[in-house]
């Protein structure tokens, strides 16, 4: 394999509509990447579909659970699928093209110029770059932001951003196996272990577009989890002197 490898891994939960898009996009990039999916044994056809691609088995692979066991266990999955081979670059990007593949190259090519491990793709560094949310779900995204400062003090605007690319040394020094968060905290948790190894993390600024397609998978108790969750990993991380060991 290529030194500089890079793995994209998404999970999936009922995207047959968007991740035929989602590929073409990704691999006319013309990057040196495979993508990994996680698929949550989908109802409509997603796993069939990416299984059907020519490139399936070559540039796209494809991990089948037999049931919805959350993104923190997917992008776990992924990860050590990708960590057992020689894979340089690791992206997290949602299924759904909300994370535009457009912004992959620029993420890169950022973390290579720094001496950052970590790159994440910000809604919130030039005012708020995200289309067609209701203000609700705008308000409580921002506000969900500003409480992990508050508790978690960690230099990052956007700590609940999905779209991240991790370099592989930066990926091997957390402990996946204990991650403890399933839903939106895991972003939150990735970014904190990082953190706490010393580990530089920087933004790059991004447009977040609504789903056009399907809908969200995500609950308001995952919502509620997150914001318990916080709460537990700073304190896990005042008290346990290994929680962040590997
Ligand atoms: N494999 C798997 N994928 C999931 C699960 N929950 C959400 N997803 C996927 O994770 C990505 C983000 O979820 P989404 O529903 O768009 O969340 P939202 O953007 O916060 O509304 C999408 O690609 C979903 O299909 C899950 O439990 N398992
Ligand atoms: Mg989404």
Do not use: R
């Given at each position: 394999m290529e030194k500089e490898k890079i793995l994209i891994v998404i999970p999936t939960l009922n995207e047959r509509e968007n991740i035929p898009r989602l590929i073409k996009s990704v691999l006319a990039l013309g990057l040196d990447l495979d993508i990994m999916f996680i698929d949550d044994?989908?109802?409509?056809?997603t796993a069939e579909f990416i299984k059907s691609c020519p490139e399936y088995g070559k540039q796209l692979f494809l991990i089948e659970r037999p049931?919805?066991?959350g993104l923190g266990t997917a992008y776990v999955d992924g990860f050590l699928w990708g960590l057992a081979k020689e894979y340089k670059y690791f992206f997290e990007m949602d299924?759904?093209?909300?994370?535009?593949?457009?912004y992959v190259p620029g993420m890169l090519q950022y973390l290579k110029r720094s001496n950052a491990g970590c790159v994440v793709g910000s809604r919130?560094?030039?005012g708020v770059s995200v289309i067609n949310w209701p203000l609700l779900r705008l308000i409580i995204s921002y506000f969900a932001n500003v409480y992990v400062k508050l508790i978690l003090n960690m230099p990052v605007i956007d700590s609940t951003s999905g779209f991240v690319v991790y370099d592989r040394d930066a990926l091997s020094s957390i402990p996946l196996q204990r991650?403890?968060?399933?839903?939106?905290s895991f972003q939150i948790e990735m970014k904190f272990r990082l953190y706490k190894k010393h580990t530089r993390i920087i933004e790059f600024p991004i447009i977040f577009y609504e789903r056009v397609s399907g809908r969200s998978k995500l609950s308001k108790k995952v919502t509620l989890e997150a914001f318990f969750k916080v709460v537990f990993i700073k304190l896990l991380s005042l008290l346990s002197l290994t929680w962040n060991l590997k």
């Open positions: 044994n989908s109802t409509d056809g049931g919805k066991l299924g759904d093209m909300s994370h535009s593949p457009e919130y560094v030039n991650v403890l968060s399933n839903g939106y």
